[in-house]
């Protein structure tokens, strides 16, 4: 079992005898099992049937809240600095016309910046399952292996965001407008009802 599981696993252990569930099933069932699993489904916001199953940067991200949880201190981790090809890859990887003399792994910090954009889009992993599976998604093969297919999912998912933040601008500006208006109409009605009242006298 790879180390940050084993992490990931005595921090859960600590965290349910300090925090037991309702339920209270007994450890090491297949209910407390189903428990873990839909507790980690549901923090990753993607259905997992193993912690076998977490990338790298899910099972940080379940380290973290269980040692916040249970008042641990969190070390920042220090990024290794990218090598010229790979932080050429990193801008170029994906693009067309662009030959890729190497093929690079999707590394934790692309998947972070996946996580960023589709907390704006308020997306789950599920939802963008499902994205990558249909007619309009930006990789043919359906998931995101490689470097190359992040980089055309993310250029994807920022456009979405930025047409999103577009329409709520707009939207904003509408309503902006439709309230002036209103109290434009509202002023000349009074001002009219003034006048009629001013007539009759």
Known sequence: MKPQLLVLFSLY????????????V???????????LAWASQNIGRTVSSFNELRASEAGRLIKLLKKALGQEILASRRRPLDRETALAYGTAGR???EEKQIHLVADE???????????LGWTRDRLDRFLRS??????SGSIRTLSEANRVIWALKGMARRAAGFERKKDVYHQRYRIRSKQARSAGRRQIFV?????R
Do not use: M
């Not at 252990?13 to 209270?24: D, E, G, M, T, V």
């Not at 972070?112 to 954009?117: F, M, P, V």
């Not at 007619?135 to 043919?140: A, E, G, H, L």
């Open 13 to 24: 252990r600590k965290y349910i005898a300090l925090f037991p569930p309702a339920s209270n």
């Open 26 to 36: 007994p450890a090491g069932s297949s209910e407390a099992r189903s428990e873990r």
């Open 96 to 98: 067309r016309g662009c």
């Open 196 to 200: 009629q009242r001013s007539l009759r």
């Open 110 to 120: 692309t998947w972070k910046l996946i996580d960023l954009l589709l907390e704006k």
């Open 135 to 140: 007619s309009k998604s930006p990789v043919p």
